[in-house]
Every structure is written in structure tokens, then in C-alpha cells.
């Protein structure tokens, strides 16, 4: 392993966030290091089409998205540094962080380590991932207007992909694997008053997703397996969204920053320094500290106020 490297300002992830906030420190002459991580890019790197980034009135691809604003954030002499943070010492000054090719010291660090989406782990929903399975119904419910898709899961966040795809789309079905919902009741009420002959959605109890169906063209349908006895069937949607709940990346931060749920707690309000943690000098931003609303664009924003903190942080 190399020598320690000390930096000024460590920026922790590459996503929206972490590029963000890259941009934002560097034009303040921080003079940051952004360490990308294992996923580079983070999760746009594996969304295919981006229709709601402000500005681009063509759509454009996330991976096309993300590598600009690598390219941004190199502009202002941003060192992006290519490698994997396996532990964190927050509980000294400098911070530390052992990589697996260094380790790096910083005055003041900034988490944007993104959530990971929790998936089912079928072959075919890997192979069609961003090409009809996705686990964002925001980001990707328009490619799906007037055509049928299914919900997988059964809790808050499948209850609302589900609302919001109704919608959109021609016909939404959910597919929950027990016989009642686990979401809120004022979810659940809402979601039943749209199925029956008058609404679009549909609720297929008891039922597990088996496979996804597809071909070049994308996905074509779903086979689903009974969870109380050996029937299988099979349901021709287009989209499939998985809403089983995100795991955000914290592990490297348990037991030295307050968390609740795995997301790293933030100071919020309106006075300044709302995105700093438990931990003076330490602050996050993007879907690592954010389970509600987890887009590109908020998680970006969060990035800038990190980067504006930061600077006031290492000011003072």
C-alpha cells in the first residue's frame, strides 16, 4: 500500500452528489479529492434514459450524464482518485480513510456513498436492468405511458411506485408475496380505491416474481409463482419495478455516526451546515443521507450545500 496522502477536503462517492459538491469546492479553491469508489458513477451508470434533468430537453443517458460531470468537476483541477474506502477513523484529526491502494487523511470529508437498491437476485432481472426492470418509478415511469407494468413488493415504497404508476401507465399490477400489505393504511386506502372495474391497478396476492420475460426489444411479460401452493402464471407487462426498499452505503461509518435506518443523520434547518453529520468537518449529501426523495437533481443540490458547509467549515 502507498503513503498516506493528506488532503484538505475528501469528497467520498461519485455520484450526483459527489461531483457536485466536487465542483462547488474546487471553484472555492478547496483544492478537493473526489474518491470514486467501486460503482463510478454511481446508480445512473445503469439507467439508460434520463428525461427529468433540468436542462437537457432531448433526454439524455446516465452514463453520458455522469461522465460530463466527471469531466465538470476535472475543469476545476477536481483529483479523482480511483479507489475503494474499506474503513473509516472519524474519531481522530485528520480524518482517516484506508483504501485499498492508499490510505488518505483529510481535514474534512464529505460522504455522498449513495443507497443501493435492494434487488431480488434472478438472473433475468440482471440481464434486464435498464431495459424494462428498474427500481425507480420516478426516474422511469414516463418510458411506460399507456402500457402495462408491474410493482414488486408490498410496503410503503411499492404501495407509492405503485400510486404513481397509475398515473402513467395503461395498468399496474402488484405483486406482493403475502396476503395483506405491510404500507401505511392511508396508503393501502389509497391504492385499493383504484383497483376494481373503475381503476387501473391491480393486486396479485400471495405471489412472488419467478422470472422476468424479454427479448431485444426489452421486457415483455413476468412469471409469477404462488407463495401458497404450485401455481404458476404469467403476466405481460413491459416495465417491471422493484420496490423492496434501498440499503444505503454506511457500513464503513457504523458506530461513528448517528444513523437512523443506515442513513446518516444530518443537522437539517435553516441556519447553515444542514448537511453536517454528528461529527463536526463531516458531511453528506445524495441518497446516503435522503430515503425519500432520491433523484439526481436533489441529490445534486445536497452536494452543492455539502460543498458550501465544507467551505465555511474549513474557513473558520
Known sequence: MENTQHQRLLILGSGPAGYTAAVYAARANLKPALITGMEQGGQLTT??????WPGDV???????????????????????????????DLGRRPFQLTGERATYTCDALIITTGASARYLGLPSEEAFKGRGVSACATCDGFFYRDQAVAVIGGGN???EEA???SNICSSVTLV???????????????????CGDEGNVNVRWDSVLAEVLGDESGVTGVTLNSTTGNEISQLDVHGVFIAIGHDPNTAIFNNQLDMEGGYIRVR??????ATETSVPGVFAAGDVM???????????SSGCMAALDAEKY???
Open 163 to 165: 400510486l404513481y404508476l
Open 157 to 159: 415504497t411499492a404501495v
Open 58 to 88: 432531448s433526454g439524455l443517458q446516465g452514463p453520458d450524464l455522469m461522465a460530463r460531470m466527471q469531466q465538470h468537476a476535472e475543469r476545476f483541477d477536481t483529483e479523482i482518485i480511483l479507489d475503494h474506502i474499506a474503513s473509516t
Open 290 to 300: 435522503d430515503h425519500v426523495y432520491r433523484q439526481a437533481v436533489t441529490s445534486a
Open 176 to 194: 406482493h408475496r403475502r396476503d395483506r400489505l405491510r404500507a401505511a393504511a392511508i396508503l393501502q386506502d389509497a391504492l385499493l380505491a383504484r
Open 268 to 273: 437539517g434547518g435553516l441556519n447553515g451546515n
Open 314 to 316: 474549513l474557513a473558520d
Open 47 to 52: 439507467t439508460t434514459d434520463v428525461d427529468n
